[in-house]
């Protein structure tokens, strides 16, 4: 394909201001790859200052380059076609599903699925080999349920929504249209509930469900649990990475992002269009407001106010954590001072 017919197709995703390089660089591009690996035939992208001492180095044909005349000037001297746009990495991801699809195999029943009668199968729906779906279970139409995927009684899966090989969804759970589930997901297990007695602990059965709203997508490995009464929910547009435990009766909103390793404990609150990144642990029944970033390992005990960003253990404002950790580096210099003083000060009594 033409680098031309890549910026034509890729014209809706850009800017109305978007600025493309001199017709005379037109090379044709057979594929994408990462700025350090890219060949002549394929295309690539700049998003910012960090990389942009590659523009002088890749091999790539031609680049995504955010609006940067130094950066476009670099790129025409050294014959390289190229769109410059506001949002480059978006721009390379739809760049990527012209060269990309993923696979998505033909509508079909694999004769050794397991499906109960009772169970309600949507128009165009593919299942694997070995799937289980139990009683009661209603698919959407163009869902797609990948080998050995396990459907307990009464789950309900929404219209073209993919679960991958492995993934495990529980009873009564429901999951929303586009939703993606990937290997080895368990959707609405037992959540982690026992009360405390003098002769060990009493089983407190988790008779709620789990609730994954419309686009929703869940990485592989990571558990979503049901809590002993209502439901725990995750509203729509919500991504969350590989090896997630999400709690019972947890609540998080729409258009979220959780990296891995991400723990949420019970009755956990996350408002709209937050972001944990790896490893954030979050305590019991905390709410997290709407727009808050949680950095790297930061083990949250208390509420966390809208817009707010923290790090650290425990978690502080980002901005008084960067302090914190300038000092702590000075601990020990600043030990031995105190040491010194308290020596002259016992010296004087």
């Known amino acids: 394909m033409k680098f031309s017919e890549i910026a034509e197709k890729l014209s809706d995703a850009t800017d109305r201001n978007s600025l493309t390089s001199n017709p005379e660089f037109n090379p044709e591009i057979t594929g994408v790859a990462p700025i350090e690996h890219a060949s002549g035939d394929t295309l690539s992208y700049i998003e910012g200052a960090k990389f942009a001492a590659m523009v002088g180095k890749t091999a790539a044909g031609a680049l995504i380059l955010p609006r940067d005349e130094a950066l476009q000037a670099q790129a025409t001297q050294r014959g390289k076609a190229w769109i410059a746009v506001s949002e480059p990495r978006l721009v390379f991801a739809k760049a990527i599903a012209l060269f990309y699809k993923p696979f998505h195999p033909t509508p079909e029943i694999h004769p050794t ?16 080999a070995h799937a289980v779906i139990q009683v009661g279970v209603k698919i959407g139409n163009g869902a797609c349920i990948h080998p ?89 547009n919500t991504k969350i990475d590989n090896l997630v435990q999400i709690g019972h009766g947890c609540e ?59 790090s650290g253990i425990p978690a502080l404002p980002h901005k008084l954590f960067l302090k ?24 004087k009594k």
């Open 252 to 310: 998080i909103g729409e258009n979220c992002a959780m990296a891995s390793q991400v723990g949420l404990a019970g009755g956990v609150k996350v408002g709209n269009r937050v972001i944990l990144a790896g490893q954030v642990g979050i305590a019991n029944q905390a709410k997290i407001g709407d727009g808050a970033i949680a950095s790297a390992k930061a083990g949250i005990h208390n509420d966390v106010e809208p817009g707010a960003i923290v």
């Open 324 to 347: 914190v950790a300038a000092v702590y580096s000075r601990l020990p210099e600043i030990y031995q001072t105190l040491k010194q003083l308290q020596r002259q000060m016992e010296a």
């Open 148 to 236: 050995n995927v396990v459907i307990y009684p009464e789950a309900e899966i929404g219209d073209r929504t993919i679960l991958h090989a492995n993934c495990t969804i529980h009873e009564r759970s429901k999951i929303g249209s586009d939703c993606v589930i990937h290997s080895g997901a368990v959707i609405g297990a037992e959540g982690f509930g026992f009360v405390p007695i003098p002769t060990g602990w009493y089983k407190m059965e988790q008779s709620g469900c789990t609730v994954l709203e419309d686009g929703v997508e869940v990485g592989c490995n990571t558990t979503i649990d049901r809590p002993a009464v209502g439901e725990t929910r995750v509203a729509r």
């Open 113 to 128: 699925a397991i499906i109960h009668p009772s169970a309600e199968i949507g128009k165009d729906v593919y299942i694997g």
